[in-house]
Nanobody, 119 residues
Framework: QVQIVESGGGLVQPGGSLRLSCAASGFTFRTYAMRWFRQAPGKERELVASITSTGDSTMYADSVKGRFTISRDNAKKMVYLQMNSLKPEDTAVYYC????????????WGQGTQVTVSS
């Protein structure tokens, strides 16, 4: 069955770094674009970063541009989000999302990982 499992969240001080990982299984990973979303308490879920199925193009929200880097390893069926210069406003649950490049209805979510930026 389809599984998307995030890991790597935790508590970090402002200015620190974290790397989130997303392990995918149960679908043809190389034919899915991958995204990271986040949702802070009382706020809507927002798109943070995305990467094409081949990894040749990425996109970032303005709020994280220059600080976050999304990458993928199709051989390992993994997606990563390197987060540097973290700010308290980056505190949220981070979700990994897969969407088929052929069938838009084929989309899957992970369960999320908590990132807390606080001194």
């Amino acid at each position: 069955q389809v599984q998307i499992v995030e890991s790597g969240g935790g508590l970090v001080q402002p200015g620190g770094s974290l790397r989130l990982s997303c392990a995918a299984s149960g679908f043809t990973f190389r034919t899915y674009a991958m995204r990271w979303f986040r949702q802070a308490p009382g706020k809507e879920r927002e798109l943070v970063a995305s990467i094409t199925s081949t990894g040749d193009s990425t996109m970032y929200a303005d709020s994280v541009k220059g600080r976050f880097t999304i990458s993928r390893d199709n051989a390992k069926k993994m997606v990563y989000l390197q987060m540097n210069s973290l700010k308290p406003e980056d505190t949220a649950v981070y979700y990994c999302h897969a969407i088929s490049i052929y069938v838009k209805q084929a989309a899957y979510w992970g369960q999320g990982t908590q990132v807390t930026v606080s001194s």
